[in-house]
């Protein structure tokens, strides 16, 4: 019987079977950020155990609350950098340049294919696009990671679910995603990988691959992942070129990393792409979706484009692409925010910036802010976002706020009009 | 062993999710304490905001819910929430898998019973006492309304969660294996 990508990556890691039904991975990087990683480190100097398994696999970020809002979150930078600065950990991102961590790590080669990666942070599983095993974790595992560089597991099932056809003009992997968790509901994939293949994903880029990861925690995931192939050998190149010296060779190696054509899956899904149009959720849950024709008209107070799901510069284009000599409509908000310091100077060097400003958005240092309702662009009681972000929880961007979760495509359009808008008419 | 169990709340609905249990604005809390007053404090129930401090939430210490319980972020805040509340158990259809896993590394009890277990339990009048038996794997609750017959369920815990239970979790077990 064959192995999926996921079953290879445990075997490849396995240090200890405590259970029939659990397995302790090693762990090739912990990574960690301010919100959730004061907690790990206090608890393990309280407890006489402050040491890191191995600095150089550890790596840290201040993304959630950046520049520091108050007395509180600078204490909990505090905390992380002295930790960071304790104990040498080279890999660590503070102010200038810093930024949300599941679009800056990917961005400076951390995450190979194969590698077991965990961060106290629930879209963890973004960088299964390179065809890791990336898994959320909680302060617990998180402490556990950093001290013994390990981590349990039950053993994974997979979930395939291919994509094949095409996606058509102004509809993208955020679209992909919020069809299939529609599809599959918030518990659909609780305890499994989702493994995203077929044509669709193979054609993706590498952001589009993560923003398609990224949300497969909100159908239960524990990992999403993709088969990593030439675009993922291209994007990581600028690292990995002195070990291959040819992209061939990287191509190659990275092929033991995908599934076996005989792997067992608990379920294989197949969806043709062909027909979808731009999703959106209503109400507060991320399966809660419909058609943008469907939730047309519908009022906004605020427009907010980026974060780990949608905040890099594809993402920006796209936007940008509908926001190009428009301005906001009156009585909309609109506030953007480059989810990395190179995404934000990349935009400036392609005039991307300015089409937002010109728009009149507010342009945000990076940070995941307004997402989870901890800074930079709450929302008031009442007040209706449209949002590239993940969740549309109750209360998610501020209590008594709701959240419409869309591509930045569909952001872009909304912000112009006012009113959810499907922006297939803008392009 | 520590024990499990004591007065319950029922929560009639599926995928309550973390930022219900804790929203984010209290993450910038680095004292688990500071928790205690937020616990469930976005919770909607019947789309009607939840009265997290109500005479029966105070003297709780069992959850009895729905279906993928603790859907969403990670943070373990939302089970240091609960725990600082002297919450000590959680009945479930099914649980997120971070969320589970993190009760279980802070070594309290997540325990999964069948969709009809749980709907008697939501039909029982009075007041509802939970104990758990852990050898035995079984759970008991009992109605302050003696018309109501006490209700006995069997669950299971593997071998593993059990270990984790009696080393008083994750952190504990892991440091003296690996």
């Not at chain 1, 197949?270 to 009022?299: C, H, R």
């Not at chain 1, 990395?340 to 400003?357: D, Q, R, V």
């Not at chain 2, 504990?172 to 294996?177: F, I």
Request: hydrophobic share 40%; proline share 4%; with cysteine.
């Amino acid at each position: 019987m064959g192995k999926t990508i996921a079953q290879k990556i445990f075997s490849a890691h396995l240090r200890d079977t405590p259970s029939p039904s659990n397995v302790v991975l090693d762990i090739d990087v912990v990574m960690c950020h301010e919100i959730t990683t004061p907690i790990a480190i206090l608890d393990l100097m309280e407890k006489g155990m402050d040491r890191v398994f191995d600095p150089s696999k550890i790596k840290a970020v201040i993304d959630h609350v950046t520049p520091a809002k108050d007395s509180k979150t600078a204490m909990q930078g505090k905390i992380l950098r002295d930790w960071a600065k304790r104990h040498q950990i080279v890999d660590f991102f503070d102010i200038g340049k810093n930024g949300v961590c599941h679009a800056l790590f990917p961005e400076k080669g951390f995450i190979r294919p194969g590698y077991t990666v965990i961060m106290g942070d629930s879209h963890t599983c973004t960088h299964g696009a390179f065809g890791a095993f990336a898994a959320g974790v909680g302060t617990t595992d998180l402490e556990v990671g950093i001290l013994k560089g390990v981590c349990c597991f039950r053993s994974p099932e997979t979930l395939k679910i291919i994509l094949t056809g095409s996606l058509s003009t102004g509809v993208t992997a955020k679209d992909a995603i919020l069809s299939i968790i529609k599809r599959i509901t918030v518990n659909g994939a609780t305890d499994k990988v989702i493994e995203f293949a077929g044509p669709v994903v193979h054609s993706m880029s590498m952001a589009a691959r993560m923003t398609l990861c990224n949300m497969a925690v909100e159908a239960g995931a524990t990992s999403g992942i993709c088969a990593p192939d030439r675009v993922t050998a291209e994007y990581l190149w600028p690292f990995i070129k002195e070990d291959y010296q040819q992209i061939e060779r990287a191509v190659e190696e990275f092929e033991k990393w995908q599934s076996d054509p005989d792997a067992e899956y608990a379920q294989i899904l197949e969806i043709d792409m062909s027909e979808l149009t731009p999703q959106v959720t209503f109400n507060f849950k991320p399966d809660q979706v419909k058609d943008i024709a469907d939730m047309e008209g519908t009022q906004v107070d605020q427009v907010y484009i980026g974060s780990c799901t949608n905040g890099r510069i594809e993402d920006l284009r796209d936007a940008a692409s509908i926001l190009k000599g428009r301005k906001l409509a009156e009585n909309v908000r609109g506030i953007v925010t480059p989810a990395t310091p190179l995404i934000y100077n990349t935009a400036l060097s392609e005039g991307i910036i300015k089409i937002f400003m010109d728009a009149g958005f507010c342009v945000l240092n990076p940070t995941c802010g307004a997402c989870l309702g901890m800074s930079s662009g709450v929302l008031a009681e009442g007040e209706v976002c449209a949002s590239t972000t993940n969740r549309n929880f109750n209360g998610r961007m501020g209590k008594g706020g709701m959240v419409h979760l869309m591509s930045p495509y569909s952001a872009a359009a909304t912000a112009v009009t006012g009113v959810i808008t499907d922006p297939r008419k803008f392009l | 062993m520590k024990t499990f169990g004591g007065p319950a709340i029922l929560l009639d609905r599926d995928d309550i999710n973390t930022d219900e249990i804790i929203p984010a604005k209290y993450l910038t809390e680095i004292s688990k304490m500071a928790l205690k007053t937020h616990l469930l404090e976005d919770l909607l129930l019947d789309g009607k905001p939840f009265d997290n401090q109500s005479n029966t939430m105070q003297k709780t210490q069992v959850v009895i819910t729905r279906a993928n319980f603790g859907c969403g972020s990670s943070r373990e805040h939302a089970v240091w929430a609960f725990e600082v509340n002297d919450i000590n158990l959680i009945l479930a259809e099914s649980f997120a898998r971070i969320f589970r896993q993190n009760m279980f590394n802070c070594g309290i009890l997540a325990i999964e019973l069948k969709k009809e277990e749980l709907s008697s339990l939501f039909s029982m009048t009075g007041n509802i006492t939970v104990s758990v038996d852990l050898n035995n794997a079984e759970v008991t609750a009992a109605s302050d309304n003696v018309a109501e017959s006490a209700k006995t369920f069997s669950f299971t815990l593997n071998s593993f969660d059990r270990d984790l239970v009696s080393a008083g979790g994750w952190l504990p077990y892991a440091d003296q294996r690996y």
